[in-house]
T-cell receptor, first 111, second 112 residues
Framework: DQQVKQNSPSLSVQEGRISILNCDYT??????FLWYKKYPAEGPTFLIS?????DKNEDGRFTVFLNKSAKHLSLHIVPSQPGDSAVYFC??????????FGGGTRLMVKP | SQTIHQWPATLVQPVGSPLSLECTVE??????LYWYRQAAGRGLQLLFY??????ISSEVPQNLSASRPQDRQFILSSKKLLLSDSGFYLC???????????FGDGTRLSIL
């Protein structure tokens, strides 16, 4: 029973264009959502988050959108850069600060 | 600033051998501590979490155990490793409230 799903295992984007990574969840009790970026052989690094009471949060080139009715969130990266190439995990938090992670999407930004 | 250390970075162990992975956090007090595993090509699965010394909660039944002997030390152990224990093990910490979890660099465990 996967409560958080990232249906695209990989995504390839040209440098300078927009990258859109998607995430779906099933548990309506999740109150906080996060995106992490992971390079090979390293731990995930926190990127951006959004509370369930908001529908958008922006930080530089990164914007996270939350659609609660659809139980869907997305991460937009614009413009995409080759250094953004990594695996991106979405995560959802329940009460007690427990995170449930999606399976990850590998983003490749081509120069 | 807070930092988290995990060691070793890589480990190759035979089936049936014991395991001890250590994680320490610096620069914060009374953190929540977590152990995750990432199996090949999959997401992160929460194994254990701890809200204080000696307090361990397990999320999934398995061949592993965790201990928290000190406030900022979290240990993942096994008495007898199985092939299925192979994976990338990550330790993380957080403080309460709307703060994200922060991860160590992980340990790549290969069981032969």
């Amino acid at each position: 029973d996967q409560q958080v799903k990232q249906n695209s295992p990989s995504l390839s984007v040209q440098e300078g264009r927009i990258s859109i990574l998607n995430c779906d969840y099933t548990n309506s009790m999740f109150d906080y959502f996060l995106w992490y970026k992971k390079y090979p052989a390293e731990g995930p690094t926190f990127l951006i988050s959004i509370s369930s009471i908001k529908d958008k949060n922006e930080d530089g080139r990164f914007t996270v959108f939350l659609n609660k009715s659809a139980k869907h969130l997305s991460l937009h990266i614009v413009p995409s850069q080759p250094g953004d190439s990594a695996v991106y995990f979405c995560a959802a938090r329940n009460a007690g600060n427990m995170l449930t992670f999606g399976g990850g999407t590998r983003l490749m930004v081509k120069p | 600033s807070q930092t988290i250390h995990q060691w070793p970075a890589t480990l190759v162990q035979p089936v049936g051998s014991p395991l001890s992975l250590e994680c320490t956090v610096e620069g914060t007090s009374n953190p929540n501590l977590y152990w995750y595993r990432q199996a090949a090509g999959r997401g992160l699965q929460l194994l254990f979490y701890s809200v204080g010394i000696g307090q361990i909660s397990s999320e999934v039944p398995q061949n592993l155990s965790a201990s928290r002997p000190q406030d900022r030390q979290f240990i993942l152990s096994s008495k007898k490793l199985l092939l299925s224990d192979s994976g990338f093990y990550l330790c993380a910490w957080s403080v309460y409230g709307n703060q994200p979890q922060h991860f160590g660099d992980g340990t790549r465990l290969s069981i032969l």
